[in-house]
């Protein structure tokens, strides 16, 4: 019982995150959401499925759970983000290292989400 109280806490939360990401350009929509959906497999699926029919996030959820791809409008907007906010990283950083680390960092998350195979919501249906 107290496993489930946490779930359901915590993909409540990690939903709310999503929703408030949708707004605001630096804080990621689609990894909240995604860990929400996690959190109500565990915790109740009835919630799982609100999350995946949800007319707004329901689409990249299932893009994500059924094909591990996803849409070019949500690569190009995260591919932004994250740019725009190692880039503000490096530069508040004081020391070498640390700018060195995150460029490293950088350069393999860039790739390995550009690798990501690329589907559009339309195309997910079938």
Request: proline share 6%; charged share 10%.
């Amino acid at each position: 019982m107290v496993k489930k109280t946490l779930l359901l806490l915590c993909g409540w939360v990690c939903v709310a995150l999503g929703l408030v990401g949708a707004f605001l350009p630096l804080l990621p929509t689609t990894p909240f959401l995604l860990l929400a959906s996690a959190c109500f497999m565990r915790g109740s699926p009835k919630l799982n499925h609100w999350l995946l029919n949800h007319p707004r996030f329901g689409p990249i959820l299932q893009n994500w759970h059924h094909h591990r791809a996803v849409s070019k409008h949500v690569k190009r907007r995260a591919n932004i983000m994250i740019v725009a906010s190692f880039s503000l990283s490096i530069f508040l950083v004081p020391l070498l290292w640390h700018k060195v680390m995150l460029v490293g960092m950088l350069v393999i998350l860039l790739v390995w989400f550009n690798r990501l195979p690329e589907r559009d919501h339309s195309t997910a249906q079938g």
